[in-house]
């Protein structure tokens, strides 16, 4: 497969300015959460969605490679993130029941505790970052814009 683009399959300048203000505008917001649940809890953007995706798993637990695709890290990466809220208290490493070589991350009670006393804060951020720069109208339309890109 040849991965350079031949004329035709090249970006206008106006496509290239949609990548880069979708690009910019996911890494501001994302910069400004991780600013306020640092700040005030001492919890990285990357571990609230850890801890997020965990509570809201049946049985506070996912597979490892779920949990990667759900917080889109590397499984390598999750890996290192994960062995971190270990040590933190956050997160236990539970062996998978049916499959001896497989483990579940599960959500500790030091984890919750923690989710909850930082979900107020995320959930403002989302919507002062966010949410609120558009209509309910505009915020319909942007969900089902950027879903046409994951389906």
Same mark, same amino acid.
């Given at each position: 497969m040849d991965l350079m683009p031949g @004329?035709?399959?090249?970006?206008?300048?106006?496509?290239?300015?949609?990548?880069?203000?979708?690009? =910019?505008?996911?890494?501001?917001?994302?910069?400004?959460l991780e600013a306020d649940l640092t700040e005030?809890? =001492?919890l990285p953007l990357a571990w609230y969605e850890v801890l997020a995706r965990l509570a809201e798993a049946e049985g506070q637990r996912l597979r490892m490679s779920q949990l990667a695709d759900k917080v889109m890290l590397s499984p390598?990466?999750?890996? =290192?993130?994960?062995?971190?809220?270990i040590s933190e208290g956050l997160v =236990?490493?539970? @062996?998978?029941?049916?499959?001896?070589?497989?483990?579940?991350?599960?959500?500790?009670?030091?984890?919750?505790r923690r989710l909850?006393?930082?979900a107020d804060t995320h959930q403002r951020?989302?919507?002062d970052y966010?949410?609120?720069?558009f209509s309910p109208d505009e915020l319909a339309q942007l969900t089902a814009f950027l879903n046409r890109i994951i389906d």
């Open positions: @004329p035709d399959e090249r970006v206008s300048p106006e496509q290239l300015e949609a990548w880069r203000a979708f690009d =910019r505008a996911h890494a501001h917001v994302a910069r400004l005030l809890h =001492r390598s990466g999750l890996t =290192r993130l994960v062995d971190r809220m =236990r490493r539970v @062996p998978a029941e049916k499959d001896g070589r497989g483990f579940y991350a599960a959500l500790a009670e030091e984890g919750q909850a006393d930082a951020g989302v919507r966010m949410v609120e720069r």
